[in-house]
């Protein structure tokens, strides 16, 4: 069984900063690809969207209403990925998910664990 755990959510005015840290717990081979994705109310088809990732390597893609604004970054030792967040806009205010491509010890097939999410709200 692997959890995922997210922190470092919350309220912060426009131009503010946050770091967002989800890290994964459990029985797992290796992690691959890490990301965030966000939700916010009212999304069409209320789909996700692919905030930024990080391979196992370090290669990093971001979506580009955040280039320049989000880093992404992980810690492989500690199975932990960061997300901060400077600059922030009203427009960034979502739930956030962590997403962890986990690789099974028993036969290393690949599955993507969610958690459960931290809002992050941004005040005009």
């Known amino acids: 069984q692997v959890q995922l755990v997210e922190s470092g959510g919350g309220l912060v005015q426009s131009g503010g900063s946050l770091r967002l840290s989800c890290v994964a717990s459990g029985r797992f081979a290796a992690i691959h690809t890490v990301a965030w994705y966000r939700q916010a109310p009212g999304s069409p088809g209320e789909q996700r969207e692919l905030?930024?990732?990080?391979?196992?390597?370090?290669?990093?893609n971001y979506a580009d209403s955040v280039k320049g604004r989000f880093t992404i970054s992980r810690d492989n030792a500690k199975n932990t990925v960061f997300l901060q967040m400077d600059s922030l806009k009203p427009e960034d205010s979502a739930i956030y998910y962590c997403m962890q491509e986990v690789e099974l010890p028993t036969n290393a097939v690949e599955i993507d664990y969610w958690g459960p999410g931290t809002q992050v709200t941004v005040s005009s």
């Open positions: 905030v930024a990732e990080i391979s196992r390597g370090g290669t990093t």
